[in-house]
C-alpha cells in the first residue's frame, strides 16, 4: 500500500508543481506578504496596533518598535500594574477598551477568580482520562470540550461571547496544569499532583501554584510570569493565530470553535514555538564555548550560524530578527529587564551571556548581512521559562492561556463591525481536458 501512495505523489509532485514565476504574473501575495515585505491589509482594528516600521515610496524603512493595547502603549500597560498583578487588568483593557480603575479592576478580577473551577467531572472524565504526548492537543480538545457543559454554546451575541471568552480564559490555570500533569502521570509515569485553583490568586500565581508538584512560588517568580502574560496578551489582528481565529468566526461558529482554531495555529513551530528553538540554540552554543567565552568568540560562532555551518544549519539566529520590528521590539525591552531580575537569583552569569550575545547578534547581521534588526519576545521569553523551572511541555500553552484575550477581542470586533465571511480567492493554472 505504502509503495502505491508513495508512486501517485510523485506523480503529483510533477504533474501538480506550480512554477513560482506563476505567483509572480498573476500578483499572488505569497504569505499574505507585499512585496516590500509589509503584511497585505484584511481588516480595520482597535483592539492594538503593532508598529516596527514605516513605509516611503514603497520602501519598508526601520524604526523603533511601539506595541499599543487600545491606543495605550505597552511600557505604560506595564507600568500601571505597578505592584500588583496586571494580567487581568490588561485582559479588560483589551475586552472592555479603556484600562479599568481600581473598582473596575476588583470586580473584574472578582468575576474571573469565581470561573476558575472546571466543571463538575470534567477533570477526571476528560482531561486525565485522555492524556496527550501533545499537550497543545490535549488542550484545544479540552477546550472544545467546554461546549458540552454549556446551556447556549452556539450563542455569538456579542455580550454573551465575552461572558463566554471570559470563562474560557479564566480556566485555563487549570487545563494547562492538568493537562501537564496527567503526561507527566500517565505517559511519563511519574507521580500525580492536583492542586486546585486558588480564589485569592491571580493568574500567574495559579499557573506556578497548579503546576508545581509542591505549589510554591515566590513572588519575584510570580511578577515575572504575569509580565509575560502582559507582552502575549495580543499582537495585532495580523499573526497568525488571530487571523485564522477571526476567519473562523466569521462563518458564525461558535466560541469553542474559534478558539480551537486559533490554538492549532499557535501550535505549529513557525508560530509559537520559537522560543524553545532559541533555548537550543543557546544551549547547544553554551556548550560548546562556555558561559565564559570571550565576545570574539561568540562572534565567531554566530559568523558560523550565519553561514549555515551550525547548530540545525538554517543560517537562522533564533530569538533575533522580527516580520515587523526593527530597531527594538517592546516586548523583548520589558522581558529583558524582568530577566534581569530573576537571573540575580537563579542563573547571573547565564542572562549576561544572553545580552551579550544579542548585542553580537545585531552587530553581526548589520555588519554581515546588512540588516538593521533587533531582539525579539522569543529571546528572553524562553530563559525566563527555564529560570522559573516551568517544564518545556509548558512553554506554548502559557503563551495560548496569554492570547486567548486577544483572539476573542478580535473576533468580538470582527463579528460586531466586519460581519461577513472571510472568503478570498485563488486562481486555478492546471490543465483542463476539453
Given at each position: 500500500m ?59 524603512l ?18 500601571k ?5 496586571g494580567?487581568?487588568?490588561t ?25 476558575y ?20 492537543n ?6 472544545l ?15 454573551d ?17 492538568y ?20 480564589k ?8 506556578l ?21 502582559i ?25 469553542y470553535?474559534m ?15 520559537a ?35 551550525y ?12 516580520a ?7 516586548r ?19 542572562f ?11 552587530k ?16 528572553y ?14 512553554f ?11 483572539w ?17 480567492a ?6 483542463k481536458?476539453?
Amino acid at each position: 500500500m505504502d509503495g502505491f501512495l508513495l508512486e501517485k505523489f510523485n506523480d503529483l509532485l510533477v504533474d501538480g508543481n506550480i512554477p513560482q514565476e506563476l505567483y509572480d504574473k498573476y500578483k499572488v501575495k505569497r504569505g499574505l506578504r507585499n512585496d516590500n515585505g509589509t503584511g497585505v491589509l484584511v481588516g480595520l482594528t482597535k483592539v492594538s496596533e503593532v508598529s516596527g516600521y514605516y513605509v516611503e515610496n514603497d520602501v519598508k524603512l526601520p524604526k523603533l518598535g511601539n506595541l499599543y493595547f487600545r491606543g495605550l502603549d505597552i511600557s505604560e500597560v506595564a507600568k500601571k500594574s505597578g505592584d500588583e498583578f496586571g494580567y487581568e487588568n490588561t485582559c479588560f483593557l483589551l475586552l472592555f477598551g479603556h484600562y479599568p480603575n481600581s473598582v473596575e479592576s476588583k470586580i473584574f478580577k472578582e468575576i474571573i477568580s469565581k470561573e476558575y473551577d472546571l466543571p463538575e467531572g470534567f477533570l477526571e472524565n476528560i482531561i486525565l482520562k485522555n492524556p496527550s504526548k501533545s499537550l497543545m492537543n490535549h488542550i484545544t480538545r479540552s477546550i472544545l470540550s467546554l461546549y458540552s457543559f454549556d446551556d447556549n454554546p452556539d450563542s455569538i451575541e456579542p455580550f454573551d461571547m465575552i461572558k463566554k471568552g471570559i470563562s474560557i480564559i479564566s480556566k485555563m490555570p487549570a487545563i494547562i496544569s492538568y493537562s501537564l500533569q496527567a503526561k507527566t502521570h500517565y505517559l511519563d509515569r511519574d507521580s500525580l499532583h492536583i492542586h486546585f485553583p486558588k480564589k485569592e490568586y491571580s493568574f500567574a500565581e495559579n499557573i506556578l501554584y497548579l503546576s508545581r508538584n509542591d505549589g510554591k512560588f515566590t513572588e519575584l517568580e510570580a511578577k515575572t510570569l504575569d509580565m509575560c502574560l502582559i507582552v502575549h496578551a495580543d499582537h495585532g489582528g495580523g499573526n497568525n493565530s488571530a487571523f485564522v481565529g477571526t476567519v473562523v468566526s466569521s462563518t458564525l461558529t461558535d466560541i469553542y470553535s474559534m478558539v480551537c482554531a486559533s490554538m492549532a495555529s499557535l501550535k505549529g513551530p513557525r508560530h509559537g514555538g520559537a522560543n524553545m528553538a532559541v533555548l537550543d540554540m543557546m544551549q547547544t552554543i553554551i556548550d560548546e564555548i562556555g558561559l565564559d567565552a570571550t565576545d570574539d568568540e561568540i562572534y565567531a560562532i554566530i559568523k558560523r550560524i550565519l553561514n549555515r555551518d551550525y547548530f540545525d544549519n538554517s543560517g537562522l539566529i533564533y530569538g533575533i530578527g522580527h516580520a515587523i520590528y526593527s530597531l527594538s521590539d517592546p516586548r523583548c525591552e520589558l522581558l529583558r529587564e524582568k530577566a534581569r531580575k530573576l537571573s540575580l537569583e537563579k542563573n547571573p552569569k547565564k542572562f549576561e551571556f544572553y545580552y551579550r550575545f544579542e548585542k553580537l547578534a545585531i552587530k553581526a547581521l548589520e555588519e554581515e548581512k546588512g540588516k538593521k534588526v533587533c531582539a525579539n519576545v522569543d529571546f528572553y521569553s524562553g530563559l525566563i521559562y527555564e529560570m522559573l523551572n516551568i517544564p518545556r511541555d509548558l512553554f506554548i500553552p502559557i503563551f495560548a492561556a496569554a492570547r486567548l484575550v486577544g483572539w476573542i477581542s478580535h473576533d468580538i470586533e470582527n463579528l460586531l463591525y466586519c460581519n461577513k465571511i472571510i472568503r478570498p480567492a485563488t486562481k486555478y493554472v492546471g490543465l483542463k481536458e476539453d
